[in-house]
């Protein structure tokens, strides 16, 4: 039953929703503002970067708009149990899914720090299940690595940040770093939503504090 499911709490793999073994809907093949493909193959040279940081909306413009360097940006799930899930599915709390944004850059033009820098400074990364009124699983702070440099870069801006916060009276990052689980694109109507539909609802904010992590590779 999902009446009365806390959905702050994540879903054990035998409880959660069965899904699918194919996606139950169609990908656009550009992206909305940018014009490049969503999906692979995508320009060689370029690298992958994996977030979740509140509501995907609000989040993926962040990354589309951080100029110079980003190929492509699109919205999806991870970090679940559920295959192949739909939005539906994911709103109720028995997929264990993150709302996530997939980033496309070049590396030779914009570095994985500043990228890096616009999570930390897009959101709260303390408030565990929940950003703002958006509570759940689904709206958890996440960086998803795909190497060990990744993983190292994220580990030290976490610390970095973290002392920041500590700084300005926050309470501790709830930051989940993990290896890049598989991403499940959203539905068509969920990419690129803000500039679809500008005046949508985003709830996104931040902290107000700068992370040190800096603008360039450290």
């Known amino acids: 039953m999902l009446f009365g499911k806390d ?28 014009g490049s493909s969503l999906e692979e193959p995508w320009p060689e040279g370029t690298d992958r970067a994996l977030f979740g940081l ?27 149990v559920t295959p192949n899930p739909t939005y539906r599915e994911v709103c109720t709390g028995m997929t264990g899914h993150n709302e996530v944004v997939l980033v496309v850059f070049e590396p030779r033009v914009l570095a994985y720090e500043q ?43 976490r610390t970095m940040f973290g002392e920041v916060l500590a700084a300005a009276g926050y309470r501790s990052i709830t930051t989940e770093i993990v290896e890049a ?12 939503y803000l500039a679809k539909n500008p005046g949508g609802y985003c709830g996104l904010g931040g902290t107000g504090q700068s992370c040190p992590i800096g603008v360039a590779r450290t």
Not at 9 to 18: N, Y
Not at 127 to 140: A, L, S
């Open 54 to 80: 509140g509501c995907f909306w609000g989040a993926e413009r962040k990354f589309w708009e951080a100029g110079d360097g980003v190929f492509t940006t699109a919205v999806g799930y991870a970090g679940g």
């Open 7 to 34: 959905k702050s709490t994540m879903p054990a793999r035998a409880d959660g929703l069965p899904g699918r073994g194919h996606r139950p809907f169609d990908v656009p093949d550009r992206h909305f503002v940018l």
């Open 181 to 192: 689980p598989e991403f499940y694109y959203a539905e068509d109507y969920h990419q690129q």
């Open 115 to 157: 990228l890096l820098r616009i999570f930390w400074e897009s959101h709260d990364p303390t408030q565990g299940m929940r950003q703002g009124n958006d509570v759940g699983t689904q709206y958890r702070s996440g960086i998803y690595w795909f190497s060990e440099t990744q993983r190292e870069a994220a580990e030290r801006s």
